[in-house]
């Protein structure tokens, strides 16, 4: 009896035994597996990461330059980094754009050039009509040069002269002849002088005396 309880207990612990191995080599097993896989991540994570770098600054975009270019080529450029509408405004603050200004000049951009930009960027152009020169800051105003008019030339063969307003002549005065000798005319009265036709007799002429000048003008026998 006590034989056959010992062979009982030794196979007992015999089978024990072999599943406390089993078990052993089942957890080595999914150690190394485990170990497998945490290095095949570590090893995988850094060209996630350089490649997710990579598509970062391959999608970030800048500005082109656009001064200089006609706004139909401008136009081009910009809906390659932006899908926003851009802006247009004209150059001068007293130049009216037209309803269709593909054919003017890009004179001012906002932003600059190679300024980053993203799809969402509003984009504004200045523009001046074609064969104008830009001025020197956006929205001044365009000054036009005003040359006084030339004097007019005088026609070939012509000769301009002033004219002048004309002036009446002076009335003359009456002239007492003088007498056709140097004797001496004495009028004895006004009437006389009168009947001889010679009034009236001014100072200096010949008849002339105070005694006839009653009003002492110097004018004898003027009444």
């Known amino acids: 009896m006590f034989h056959r309880r010992g ?3 030794a196979g007992v612990i015999g089978a024990v035994v ?7 080599d089942t957890g080595a097993t999914k150690a190394d597996s485990a170990k497998g896989k945490g290095s095949a ?11 997710a770098s990579a598509s970062a600054s391959a999608s970030q975009a800048v500005m082109p330059k656009l001064v200089g270019e006609r706004l139909l080529d401008a ?8 899908s926003a509408p851009a802006e247009l405004a ?3 603050r007293d130049v009216t754009l037209p309803a269709d200004p593909t054919a003017w000049t890009v004179c001012f951009q906002t932003p600059a050039a190679d300024s980053p930009v993203s799809p969402a960027t509003a984009v504004e152009l200045s523009l001046v009509a074609p064969g ?17 008019a030339p004097a ?3 026609t070939p063969g012509r000769t301009s002269a002033a004219v002048s307003t004309p002036v009446p002549p002076k009335p003359k005065q009456p002239q007492t002849p003088p007498p056709a000798n140097d004797e001496p005319v004495f009028f004895k009265n006004c009437d006389a002088a009168k009947a001889a036709g010679k009034a009236p007799i001014r100072r200096g002429q010949p008849g002339y005396r105070d005694a006839l000048d009653r009003d002492k003008d110097g004018i004898a026998c003027d009444k």
């Open 41 to 51: 991540a570590a090893s995988a994570s850094p060209s996630t990461g350089a490649s």
């Open 18 to 24: 072999l599943l406390g191995a089993g078990c052993e």
């Open 90 to 92: 004209s150059a001068y």
């Open 7 to 9: 062979f009982a207990v």
């Open 132 to 148: 104008t020169d830009c001025p020197e800051r956006a929205g001044a105003a365009r000054q036009t040069s005003k040359a006084p």
């Open 152 to 154: 007019a030339s005088p």
């Open 75 to 82: 136009t081009v450029l910009v809906k390659k980094v932006t």
